[in-house]
């Protein structure tokens, strides 16, 4: 039985008040289990805050991404064994910002899952096509090759300590939400690409949805066979509006 799992990806949003604020009513929210994960990659420089402010509670925290190298002349980086010292339990791994953004490779986004999973941190692979892509009939075309290069490099078992989330590039940030038909095909696909390698691994997976989601769509994407749960990025950053979306599961 795989547990939903909410994920919020804060981007570069943040102060130390807010954090504050964010957490304690989040704890306050989670206090009672409802069978529901939840986690939150706040930035870097408040991952030791959350670390205080969550260790021992219902919440889990992660990064947003890493450097694979382990450590050196990096300016600017931040290595797998600095996010353990913080006590991060996931590590985001090519979400599409950096892809676009930051022109991180396939191969390059496979390194880093790579060396998450060396570290001991959960990486959470996002993967997802763009709207010209999804019009030129190439979605599963776009992630199958996304996968593929982590697969290759990391093999099928890896992902028995990994997340996926799937993240149609058009639907991040722009209010737009795939249908949970739409996500729910690409989840199925996902996942049979999985089971041709590793039954065992495809039926434990965790797929998650992310792209516009929040309280009003959240019951009936993860209400889809192969819906695994979120990752929110707009509507983690308001404490109702997360909680709404993990009290949407039912
Ligand atoms: C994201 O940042 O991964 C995301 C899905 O953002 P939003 O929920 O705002 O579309």
């Not at 002349?73 to 676009?100: K, W």
């Amino acid at each position: 039985m795989r547990r939903i799992l909410v994920a919020g990806n804060w981007k570069m949003h943040g102060s130390r008040a807010m954090v504050q604020e964010l957490l304690e009513g989040l704890l306050a929210g989670t206090e009672r289990e409802n069978g529901v994960d939840m986690a939150v990659f706040p930035p870097y420089p408040y991952l030791a805050q959350a670390q205080s402010l969550l260790e021992n509670s219902n919440i889990t925290w992660g990064a947003q991404n890493l450097n694979p190298a382990p450590k050196g002349a990096h300016t600017g980086e931040v290595s797998p064994s600095m996010l353990l010292d913080f006590g991060c339990r996931y590590v985001l791994v090519g979400h599409s910002e950096r892809r676009t953004i930051y022109g991180e490779s396939d191969e390059n986004v496979a390194d880093r899952f790579d060396a998450a999973l060396e570290a001991g941190l959960e990486p959470i692979l996002c993967v997802g096509e763009t709207l010209e892509e999804r019009e030129d009939n190439l979605t599963e075309a776009v992630v199958e090759r996304q996968l593929d290069a982590v697969l290759n490099q990391s093999g099928v078992a890896a992902f028995s300590r990994a997340v996926v989330a799937y993240e149609p590039v058009w639907a991040i940030g722009t209010g737009k939400t795939a249908s949970p038909e739409q996500a729910q095909a690409v989840h199925a696909f996902i996942r049979d690409k999985f089971a041709s390698r590793d039954d065992i691994i495809a039926g434990q997976i965790r797929i998650l949805y992310g792209g516009s989601v929040n309280g009003s769509n959240a019951a009936d994407l993860f209400a889809r066979e192969d819906i695994d749960g979120g990752l929110v990025g707009g509507a983690s950053l308001k404490v109702e509006d997360f909680l709404s979306i993990r009290n949407a599961v039912v």
